[in-house]
């Protein structure tokens, strides 16, 4: 039977720990060095916990997840105060510190991560597009016992092609059910072509202006986790860990501008 890559990854950690706790055994027997042997079940652990929360990470069952994130919680809390106790009264070595910033850091995206609709091009000759209010969507996903998170497009405002225009997370993060999933890909394919793939967090659409000539410079797309920036939010929370919000009616037929030919800026095009 083939290994599946999951195993292959496994696999190839699990001798990396085992190269670990053979230099360990060289270690000087000295006071350091007593520190440094201690130190290894609890780098093994948080490297551990790293690699199973990104498996995590992709598991749609939000009582799996829950489960999972409350125990990675515990165990990096456990082996990051175990570190500090080793080095205690100095700074923690930076290979440590980056050690327990990881396992922090993928905990962090399996709250944070989701499914990512963006605008795919229609025709040549259509650039831009808008949508209707999404009171119908939030209804039916409501009665569906959706507890998540929704954000979708402002109602009425322009959307450039290659901007995300939706995005969706369970309540305890991860990509949304199925059928979840396939009900926003439904409302917003009535007029428009979209396309969904999974991100490791919301990602805002913010709309800047040339302020010399009032025109639109640009469409930002920037990352939850980033530094708020300038312009106009083009997403709007529709849902909230299964609360409705309210989401402003589109405005009058010509009251803004219709904007085409804009450019749009991923902040970070690594994901």
Partial sequence: MTPTPTAITWTSLLAHWTTIVQASTVLPSNAEGDRWRSAVPHFITLQAVTHALADLDRAIDQAERAVGQDKAEMLIRDSA???HALWRGEALPSEVEAMIDDARAALSVTWLSGTEWRLAPKSRDSAANSFDHPSDLI?????????????????GIVFMTGSPVAFARGRHGGEPAPRIQATVSKYLAQNQRVEAARQPCFRQVYRQFDFGTGRVARDLV??????????QPLLVPAVSQGREM???MAPPPGSIDRVSEVSVVIADPTN
């Fill in 246 to 248: 309210p989401v402003p």
């Fill in 81 to 83: 105060a175990k570190c």
């Fill in 139 to 155: 209804s039916a996903l409501l009665s569906l016992d959706f507890d998540g998170d929704l954000f979708v497009p402002a109602p």
């Fill in 222 to 231: 920037v990352h939850e986790t980033s530094e708020l920036a300038a312009g």
